[in-house]
């Protein structure tokens, strides 16, 4: 019986004992855990940090391009037409204008971004720094052409060419471009190019008669 219980009460410390060490390796699991959190927790707001940066600097970066927008069509657009006209269709140009605001009979103001003329053609651009909405490309052609057509005197008896110009050209919107007969062009830097060849040579063909 003596060995029995001091079998029993081996057993009990040992039970003890286990309990014990067991109950460390919980608190140092539970205080590992707590430390990963942390840590966890810094690196997220860390990481939250950083994107809220870089979406504030996109922001910035953004804010500069519209207000650099508002001369865009000045400063890139308009030196480089007259060449790409003359290199693509051999025409020179006798006049260019930039942002040409009217007023219609019913009193409300058009802005047409950019409108040269050689002889009888003229072409209306429509420039925008990202151009990837169709309805951008349906407002032009149903909107804005017709309402040059009808506002501008000069260009009465002209044969009208309409063009889209950006940074930004998506191939869908130089498609839909194409079908309509809209010249697409690409900016970047000073540099201006066609983007839809087969309006181009279109184009070329009705003007050589």
């Known amino acids: 019986i003596q060995e029995m219980k001091e079998e029993n009460n081996r057993m009990i410390q040992e039970m003890k004992e ?5 109950g460390e390796r919980l608190d140092k699991t539970i205080q590992e855990m707590k430390e990963d959190t942390r840590i966890f927790r810094e690196g997220v707001k860390v990481y939250q940090d950083r994107m809220d940066k870089t979406v504030q600097d996109m922001n910035r970066r953004w804010g500069e391009l519209a207000n650099k927008m508002g001369t865009v069509t000045e400063d890139i657009v308009a030196p480089g037409f007259p060449f790409l006209i003359e290199r693509y269709f051999g025409l020179s140009l ?38 990837n909405r169709v309805e951008y490309l349906d407002h032009f052609t149903q909107v ?54 087969e309006v181009v040579e279109s184009i070329r063909e009705a003007i050589r008669g």
């Open 18 to 22: 286990d309990t014990r060490l067991l």
């Open 94 to 131: 006798d006049d260019i204008s930039c942002r040409r605001k009217v007023k219609d009979k019913s009193g409300n103001r058009w802005e047409f971004d950019l409108v040269a003329r050689s002889g009888n053609i003229a072409f209306i651009v429509d420039v925008k720094s990202d151009y």
């Open 144 to 197: 804005v052409l017709p309402k040059a057509t009808e506002l501008l005197p000069d260009l009465k008896g002209c044969k009208i060419i309409g063009c889209i110009a950006s940074f930004r050209l998506t191939p869908s919107i130089i498609e839909r471009a194409s079908q309509m007969g809209i010249l697409a062009i690409s900016l970047g830097g000073d540099y201006l190019e066609f983007c839809n060849q």
